[in-house]
């Protein structure tokens, strides 16, 4: 178990979150508030209802998308977006998340007639008042959805760059296929002409994969989408030549542990490769990915991951400020964490 002076240095030391999805932030009392509001029917009728439909649907990552479609469903209107930043920053501040990176997926909204420019005016604006309100600093990655096909990516990679500065939008992400799980949508090559000219137009990129899909799924993503970062990318575990790779190039993996185990990749944090990855060199932070699906905060994530895996202070500052090195724009906070480690010491 970990000392109580460690548990309360990991509550209270300044961090980044690399890998959150905005819409798998909104907590059962948003899902529940915006349903009735916007005239949207749930499989939950109240907070502990949607609790333990979270945690029986959420058991294998083809469960865990239906989920997610049930919560996107509830997201209508721009006031919707607004009220989700504003809580998103909220519950960052009580964690002690200074900057936060927050996936969203308007294919999904794109569908229900959300205009691009409502979105983005919704997370534009909460943004700034998140920023004024709790001192969380939050910029979006724009998630490339995998069962869009590639004209489709390359269309929105263009239309998504108008915000490249006042979102921000520093970075977009292929993410998970909501109308199927990874395994059964588009193959990373088809998708190299919308990364390279994401590119072009200076996005950062990321991409899910090692997740479902074996370290065959990273070395796809490596070659075609020529990637700055990868989002989980845990089973790279299983691939010697593939860690070596990672680790010379210095790609971070975004690792989400209790995701991982949520649905059921790993059987508990113990067996987790996280350490292992770290261990040889390659370059690793922690998220929450879904932090209202999962219930648990960042935090809790440093702390269960920390006893499962026997880590040190050391290593469980190093993951804290990897969290801000190899971010996409939060490098300049990493004087701020320096302060507070020096301060915490005096």
Known sequence: MLSESTKKLLAEIPKAENHVHLEGAITPELILKFAERNGVEVPFGNEEEAKEYFRENTKSLDKFINVFNVINAVLCTELDFYELVMEFARAAKEDNIIYREAMFNYAVHEKKGLSLTTVMKALTDARIDAMDEYGVDIVYIAELDRAKDSAWT????????????????????WALGLEGAEHKNFKAKEFEE???????????????????????SVWEVLEYMKVDRIDHGVRAS?????????????????????SNVMINLYPNLAHHPI?????????????????????????????????????????QIELVRNGFKYSFSGQKYLGLLDEWLIRRLA
């Not at 390359?154 to 992400?173: F, M, R």
């Not at 299983?238 to 209790?258: F, N, Q, V």
């Not at 929450?288 to 050391?314: G, H, Q, R, W």
């Open 154 to 173: 390359y269309e929105y990679i263009l239309k998504i760059n108008d915000y490249k500065e006042s979102g921000p939008v520093p970075a977009v992400g």
């Open 194 to 216: 919308a990364f390279e000219l994401a590119r072009e137009l200076g996005f950062k990129t990321t991409a899910h994969c090692g997740e479902a899909q074996g370290p065959e």
């Open 238 to 258: 299983e691939d010697d030549e593939l860690i070596d790779t990672l680790a010379r190039k210095r790609i971070l993996l975004a690792i989400c542990p209790s």
């Open 275 to 315: 350490k292992m990855l770290k261990d040889r060199g390659v370059q690793v932070s922690i998220s929450t990915d879904d932090p209202a699906v999962i219930m648990d905060s960042l935090t809790s994530e440093y702390v269960k991951t920390a006893e499962a895996l026997e880590l040190n202070e050391e290593e």
